[in-house]
């Protein structure tokens, strides 16, 4: 599957080339449905207004595949990756869904929210033993734990879980050790200081708001322009 999966994300990052097959394919894929008389859904990554010159997945080209779709699933998550930080922060949330909703109907338009959460090795003290030493490091990728199993986590090393208002999502910090044996067979021990950011259901309140806000913007713009 390597192979494979090389050649898309040489394809995705070609937007010149791969946009116009990509709206082709939508528009015939969506004719062919409709006429079986089932609709057409797309997941995508987040993606701004073009014109403002800004980082976005350009290739999957909304405003082109707006009026062949039926369904819009944002994925508004996984913003902080290399990094300690929210998963999908709710500014970054509604300016993409500001732009969806610009371009097509927001009735279309569906938020894909994360169930899980994200957890960063920002230091490490001592010698990590040797199966964790590549994994228990600041440059490796984020662990990963669901969302239902954040509260106990923070217990069980009794971390205090903040909720940020300004990304409306919840942070907390704590420290792990790790035991084992180095790669000569010693005992060792090292302190992992980690940082951990999910989603709750405060989270997913305020983002239903901003749904349900942006919705009835967009409805009562519509009606004026029907006047």
């Not at 894929?29 to 010159?53: C, D, V």
Request: hydrophobic letters at 35%.
């Amino acid at each position: 599957h390597y192979p494979l999966r090389r050649q898309r994300q040489m394809c995705i990052r070609d937007r010149k080339t791969t946009a116009p097959n990509w709206v082709l394919f939508v528009k015939e894929l969506s004719t062919a449905l409709h006429a079986q008389k089932k609709i057409l859904s797309i997941t995508s990554p987040y993606l701004f207004n073009p014109t403002e010159a800004q980082k976005g997945y350009f290739v999957y080209s909304w405003a082109q595949i707006a009026s062949s779709i039926d369904r819009l699933r944002i994925m508004t998550y996984d913003y902080s990756t290399s990094r300690p930080g929210p998963i999908g922060p709710i500014a970054w949330t509604e300016k993409t869904v500001k732009y969806a909703i610009s371009i097509m109907p927001a009735s279309k338009v569906y938020l894909g929210l994360p169930g899980y959460g994200k957890d960063w090795v920002t230091k490490v003290e001592g010698v990590c033993p040797s199966n964790l030493a590549k994994i228990i490091t600041p440059s490796a990728k984020a662990g990963t734990f669901l969302m239902r199993d954040a509260a106990s986590i923070a217990a069980t090393y009794g971390a205090v879980p903040t909720y940020n208002e300004t990304f409306a999502e919840v942070t907390f910090s704590y420290k792990r050790e790790y035991t084992g044996t180095t790669s000569s067979g010693l005992s060792t021990t090292c302190t992992a200081s980690r940082t951990a950011w999910h989603q709750n259901a405060q989270s997913f309140s305020v983002r239903a708001q901003l749904v349900a806000c942006l919705l009835y913007t967009s409805d009562a713009a519509d009606e004026e322009d029907s006047v």
